[in-house]
Structures are given as structure tokens and as C-alpha cells.
């Protein structure tokens, strides 16, 4: 079992729509959870990280980390074909920085 | 540009070959890391550094792999004796610690580069 798991998709939306991604995880030593978006043949981009459990919104973005279920989410309101790209997750303890993602899901948002 | 660079972009080589990536990071950053990335996968953590420090080395990088930071600035990826199954996008971040406002604790915020995209024939 990996200790990060993220559906790969892909996820189609129509433009407007409100989008949901989400990741498990096994390791209960995680304490930062990170989002990415990452365009083809680029580099990951951080959208947003949070601390622990809760929420943190960020204009559209919204992620939520519920550690006692070991699930995190990111929702992304009003969707724009822009934001067609793969959406990865990503963790880190707090005994080092050794960052863990998920395998990505890829989302199109369709004008 | 004050981001992340990387050097090669893309680097198409033979087995048996030996190939070195550079990875220049934002300035003010402290800390490097290394990632491998393959079609349809999330980036895989191969090591990082803290300032010249190497810190922490992924099982995956073999004996074949070594990374280096002189001096704690730019860092370098070599692979000894390429093999096909190195073909992969090789990503480097930098980060600093960030304060969480909510939580008041310290988190890394990595910005990665463009990434390095190797081909062994």
C-alpha cells in the first residue's frame, strides 16, 4: 500500500463547476499537507498548504485536512478551463523534510 | 527570472553513459531537494540538502547517483552508468521556512523548476 493514495482520474468538468480532489494516507506522523498543480511537461506549482487539521481558503481554493480520517481535500470553485492540469498532494512529517505525493489527478475543465 | 532553473532541459544519452543536471535555486533559499518524476506519477523524493549539507538520501538513489551543493548554493545530480530505466523528468525545488499564521508553526514551501527530462537509449 502506498502511503499516499490519489485517484489519477481523469476528472471532466464543465466550466463553472465546483471541483473536488482528494488523497488518503496511511503515515499518521504527516503534519504539513501541500497542494499542487503541475501543467504538462512543467514543474509543480504549490497552490496551498496547511497545518494539521482544518481549512484554508485562497481565493477559489479551498483545502481541508481531516487527520482523524486520514483525508485531504481541495476544492476549486467556479472552475476555468485554465485550471486544466494535473492536481498533485503532497505531505511531510515534522521528523524531516522528505516530501511524499500522490500520483496526481488529472483534471479538464471543459469551456 | 528569479525562480528555479534547471540545466539541461531535456538530455538524450546512451546506456552506460554518464550525465550531470545543474539546479540553480532562488537565492535567499536554504534548502534543495531532488525528485524523479515518470509518466503518470507524482514526484518521487531522491535527497535534499540544507545549505551544503546533504541531509537525507531516498533508498532509490542507488550507489549509481550522487548529488552535491558546494558552497550551499547550486546543486548538482549525476548518474554514473545510465540505464534505461533512469529515464525520467528530474525535478529540484528550493524552500524556506514559511509561518503558518494559523498555527504559528514552520512549514517548507518548495518551488520547484522546470525539470530536467532524460532520455537513455
Known amino acids: 500500500q502506498k502511503e499516499v493514495e490519489q485517484d489519477p482520474g481523469p476528472l471532466s468538468v464543465p466550466e463553472g463547476a465546483i471541483v473536488s480532489l482528494n488523497c488518503t494516507y496511511s503515515?499518521?506522523?504527516?503534519?504539513?499537507f501541500m497542494w499542487y498543480r503541475q501543467y504538462s511537461r512543467k514543474g509543480p506549482e504549490l497552490l496551498m498548504y496547511?497545518?494539521?487539521?482544518g481549512n484554508k481558503e485562497d481565493g477559489r481554493f479551498t483545502a481541508q485536512v481531516d487527520k482523524s480520517s486520514k483525508y485531504i481535500s481541495l476544492f476549486i470553485r467556479d472552475s476555468q478551463p485554465s485550471d486544466s492540469a494535473t492536481y498533485l498532494c503532497a505531505m511531510m512529517g515534522t521528523g524531516g523534510f522528505k516530501t511524499i505525493f500522490g500520483a496526481g489527478t488529472r483534471l479538464f475543465v471543459k469551456a | 527570472d528569479t525562480g528555479v532553473s534547471q540545466n539541461p532541459r531535456h538530455k538524450i544519452t546512451k546506456r552506460g553513459q554518464n550525465v550531470t543536471f545543474r539546479c540553480d535555486p532562488i537565492?535567499?533559499?536554504?534548502?534543495l531537494y531532488w525528485y524523479r518524476q515518470t509518466l503518470g506519477q507524482g514526484p518521487e523524493f531522491l535527497t535534499y540538502?540544507?545549505?551544503?549539507?546533504?541531509?537525507?538520501k531516498s533508498r532509490l538513489l542507488s550507489d549509481r547517483f550522487s548529488a552535491e551543493r558546494p558552497k550551499g548554493s547550486f546543486s548538482t545530480l549525476e548518474i554514473q552508468r545510465t540505464e534505461q530505466g533512469d529515464s525520467a523528468m528530474y525535478l529540484c525545488?528550493?524552500?524556506?521556512?514559511?509561518?503558518?499564521?494559523?498555527?504559528?508553526?514552520?512549514?517548507?514551501?518548495?518551488?520547484f523548476g522546470p525539470g530536467t527530462r532524460l532520455t537513455v537509449l
Open positions: 537565492s535567499e533559499h536554504n534548502r
Open positions: 525545488a528550493s524552500s524556506f521556512q514559511d509561518r503558518d499564521r494559523t498555527s504559528g508553526s514552520f512549514a517548507d514551501t518548495q518551488y
Open positions: 503515515n499518521s506522523a504527516f503534519q504539513y
Open positions: 540538502f540544507q545549505n551544503e549539507a546533504q541531509l537525507e
Open positions: 496547511t497545518y494539521s487539521s
